[in-house]
């Protein structure tokens, strides 16, 4: 029941959003409606500023730290073909044309990389963390985030250079804890953000793709047969 909910909370706010009918607060007094909440809290509040809207349609240029870049959409590779991304992990560019399963899916080994970039070309948000650095209730914190949640995935990215890394398409933020209140920020401003990502209307469930038994992350460097990543 929570997952056919949350659902319909997202399908509501992405005909909202693609049609510019509502802003910041009021927006999120319409998700907390269809989710049966009477109220909007003071974290709520504060995160309507986050919001994409008609006047600013990609809001995550006021969240510290955050980097963007465009990407050419739609160059797809062949697995086992490897691409030489130019971030790490990833956040756009040349991918598999077999995406990763993203509807709240919490992975618990780490998934091959070319995957995952063609999910936020659907307007995904992927948050990937270093498995040495975060466990226990900082894991569950960030499981807690995603499970069941669509167009939200998450899995462990070995040697990610701090312990949180959040991409989609053409953005990525990383954050050293949890608790950072960034990570909401940068998920109210770019998830299913049809300003932002290639392919609005495109799925997260993928019949093609096995997320019981992912293709997995492969360490080593791409080699000099990699393709780039544009």
Not at 73 to 100: K, N, T
Not at 200 to 229: E, I, K, L, R
Request: with cysteine; aromatic share 6%.
């Amino acid at each position: 029941m929570r997952s056919t909910t949350t659902a319909l909370v997202i399908a509501l706010v992405s005909v909202l959003l693609a049609g510019g009918a509502l802003t910041g607060v009021a927006l999120l007094t319409a998700e907390r409606a269809v989710a049966g909440q009477a109220t909007v809290s003071e974290r709520d509040r504060k995160l309507a500023a986050f919001m994409p809207s008609e006047d600013n349609p990609d809001p995550s240029g006021a969240i510290p730290g955050i980097v963007r870049r465009d990407y050419d959409p739609g160059l797809h590779v062949v697995a086992p073909q490897r691409v030489a991304y130019d971030h790490s992990p990833p956040f756009g560019g040349r991918h598999d044309q077999v995406w990763a399963a993203c509807n709240g899916v919490v992975y618990p080994t780490a998934v091959r990389t070319e995957h995952l970039v063609h999910s936020l070309e659907h307007g995904s948000v992927w948050i990937a963390y270093n498995p040495d650095q975060v466990a226990g209730d900082e894991l569950a914190k960030l499981a807690e985030r995603v499970a069941g949640k669509p167009y939200l995935v998450m899995s462990p990215y070995p040697g990610l250079d701090q312990p949180i890394s959040l991409q989609s398409w053409g953005h990525q933020l990383k954050v050293p804890t949890a608790d950072d209140e960034r990570i909401d920020q940068f998920i109210t401003a770019l998830l299913l953000n049809p300003s932002t990502y290639p392919e609005p209307g495109a799925p997260c469930d993928s019949m093609a793709f096995d997320q019981d038994a992912p293709p997995p992350f492969d360490p080593t460097p791409p080699g000099a047969d990699a393709q780039p990543p544009i």
